[in-house]
């Protein structure tokens, strides 16, 4: 009965429908693929239903993903109606998008859109980690604690690495977690402000591995922390040698071993915490243009105003030109920043592979015919943003006419009545960097 009320909703939807599939694997080891799609309804409000969460059974070969999908699309029967899919950036995907076009009638690259935010994802993993993040992930074992040769590991990543080391190392130790809220409620008791009396002791934040907001969340944390934490290192490295001196010499015991928190390669030094400020600006940009473009339409009240984010298809190529702006910023920061190695080689890093990924919008010009055709920006968005690269703006150009030519030019143009209702009242709204972005280049176009 459900199935068949997605039937009739999908075959009266207006437009087309568009798709995006994901794999992963379930607690009890079956390979999963879960299957969405997105489009209008009858009354042109957008909508989205999940179409199946198919178990591939075959090794995860490009043909083989694309075999499952069609057969849920076939199932439902909007085979003619498909559009657009929103896949990440495995190379898998490419070999499944060529089987599918070439079942459906379409060549396959020119409607594979890339999921904007599992490219950032990357970008801020080699901010963070730099060169062979997949390999540094295989090398950890997930534990709670941390191992010696993990610790190891994570040191050799620069400032973060450290960093990770001692939230893990208070974290898993409720005397350095005690200690440290009894420093914070010591501070606070002795201020003369009323409010800052009121606060309350808060613990550090762990990361999640390499999931690169978990680590901002750290990060940010970390930094409010900062006083604390070095009293914390001070005060437990005194404790440790009041009880492992010799009563008899007054000398440390030879036995005694060092608390790895308290040993000088593992100290956050100066410029690590200025590393550590500006990835944490850094990677609140990324931050943002992720959480605008991840949007489900709606509006939220916010103490700063209206927060809306929609994920729209013409703020992809904005959310690039924007980040690699950030990006060219800082690398010229990063090069005045004495003993951050690590920080200047991740940035140029994050760059290249944004880069990498925004070339590759080439293969599918919706990108650029969503942007072109917005109202607000049109090709004047390209001819600002693109001044001194105007051979770039020419094959957008090209790209957006074939897209007219083969997609659009044979249909019928149908007229929707104009409502003669007043213009609402436009609401104050809160813009952060990226939407303040999108914003200044709006209001500069040449339309």
Request: hydrophobic share 35%.
């Amino acid at each position: 009965m459900h199935k068949d009320k997605v039937v009739a909703a999908l075959k009266q939807s207006c437009g087309l429908i568009h798709v995006s599939f994901d794999g992963w694997k379930s607690g009890n080891r079956h390979s999963l693929y879960g299957i969405a799609c997105f489009f209008r309804d009858e009354k042109s409000q957008p909508r989205k239903l999940a179409l199946g969460v198919p178990e591939l059974r075959t090794r995860h070969f490009g043909h083989n993903i694309a075999a499952e999908i069609l057969d849920v699309l076939d199932a439902y029967g909007i085979q003619d109606k498909i559009g657009y899919f929103t896949l990440d950036n495995a190379e898998s995907n490419d070999k499944a998008m060529e089987v599918i076009g070439g079942e459906l009638g379409f060549v396959g690259s020119t409607r594979r859109g890339r999921c904007f935010g599992h490219t950032l994802n990357l970008s801020a993993k080699a901010l963070l980690f730099g060169h062979n993040v997949e390999a540094f992930e295989e090398q950890l074992s997930g534990e709670a604690a941390l191992s010696e040769a993990e610790h190891t590991l994570w040191r050799r990543k620069g400032p973060v690495g450290k960093l990770h080391n001692l939230v893990v190392d208070v974290r898993r130790s409720d005397q350095l977690t005690y200690l440290l809220r009894s420093i914070q409620r010591s501070e606070f008791d002795l201020s003369s402000d009323p409010r800052i009396r009121a606060r309350q002791p808060v613990d550090l934040i762990i990361d999640n591995d390499t999931r690169w907001l978990s680590q901002l969340y750290m990060i940010r944390r970390a930094i409010i922390l900062r006083p604390f934490i070095e009293q914390l290192v001070l005060k437990h490295r005194q404790q440790w040698e009041q009880d492992n001196r010799s009563k008899r010499t007054g000398n440390l015991r030879k036995s005694a071993r060092e608390p790895r928190i308290c040993l000088e390669e593992n100290q956050l030094t100066v410029n690590d915490w200025v590393v550590l400020e500006h990835l944490a600006k850094l990677l609140g940009f990324y931050e943002d243009a992720v959480k605008t473009l991840e949007g489900d339409g709606q509006q939220r009240k916010r103490k700063g105003g209206w927060v809306g984010s929609y994920g729209n298809v013409w703020e992809v190529i904005q959310g690039f030109e924007f980040l690699l702006e950030v990006l060219e910023d800082y690398k010229q920061l990063a090069s005045e920043i004495p003993d951050a190695e690590h920080f200047r080689i991740n940035v140029n890093l994050g760059w290249e592979k944004l880069n990498k990924y925004y070339s590759r919008l080439d293969e599918t010009p919706i990108y650029y015919t969503a942007l072109a055709l917005h109202p607000a920006f049109r090709w004047g968005y390209f001819e600002n943003e693109w001044k001194d690269n105007t051979e770039w703006v020419m094959k957008a150009k090209q790209m957006v006419r074939e897209v007219w030519e083969s997609d659009y030019r044979h249909l019928q143009v149908v007229r929707s009545p104009v409502d003669d209702e007043p213009v609402a009242k436009r609401q104050r709204k809160y813009y952060n960097p990226f939407q303040a972005y999108c914003e200044r280049t709006r209001q500069t176009c040449v339309l």
